[in-house]
């Protein structure tokens, strides 16, 4: 029995470690809404290509368009759409600046609270404002390992009848989609790629 001691102790030792190292793991891969927060909070400015297609019940064939997408934390986006006709949009606060066909106008965000909330499901996300998206959204997550998925479900009735559900999917830190479904049935689907550097 006591030569066999120092061989089950061992063997605890053992067992106790690898239980740590399995715990340790599953914590690392379970991705909650705080975690994926401070995961994007980090972040203080980015810059990536995207590629939108839009499925609306009035074209005959989806509507694409391309460009790239400018963060700066907190607040500051900017859309610049290249192809098929240049257009951009600069969001800075509560102010919408909008440029196409050689014309630009300003508007407040607070005078278009549907619009306001759908810019802020993405520039929330991309600050990693957990409060902002809940006082909008009801916010759901999932996922496991390096990818995750947010649903977010608008809490107001006026943007329910615009929005059924904002879903974004990402790994680690770099958002990789954004999908909207209307409640007329319309969606989009924005893919991101993140720029080198960045």
């Not at 927060?37 to 972040?43: I, P």
């Not at 607070?110 to 959204?137: D, W």
């Amino acid at each position: 029995m006591t030569a066999t001691r120092p061989f089950f102790r061992a063997f605890l030792a053992l067992l106790a470690a690898s239980m740590l190292a399995a715990t340790a793991h599953a914590a690392d891969t379970a991705w909650t809404l705080d975690r994926l927060m401070s995961t994007l909070a980090r972040n203080k400015s980015g810059r990536a290509t995207f590629t939108e297609t839009k499925t609306l019940s009035i074209a005959a064939q989806p509507i694409e368009s391309s460009g790239e997408l400018v963060f700066v934390a907190p607040d500051h986006l900017e859309k610049h759409t290249l192809a098929p006709k240049p257009e951009l949009l600069v969001i800075d606060g509560d102010k919408l600046t909008v440029e196409r066909n050689q014309r630009k106008f300003t508007m407040p965000l607070s005078q278009y609270p549907e619009l306001g909330a759908f810019i802020e499901s993405i520039r929330a996300t991309l600050a990693g404002n957990r409060y902002a998206l809940e006082a909008i959204y009801k916010v759901a997550i999932a996922g496991h390992g390096d990818d995750w998925t947010l649903t977010l479900s608008p809490i107001d009735t006026r943007m329910q009848q615009v929005v059924r559900t904002i879903t974004l999917e990402g790994t680690r830190d770099v958002l990789r989609s954004v999908a909207i479904r209307q409640a007329d049935g319309d969606h989009s689907l924005m893919r991101l790629q993140r720029v080198p550097g960045n």
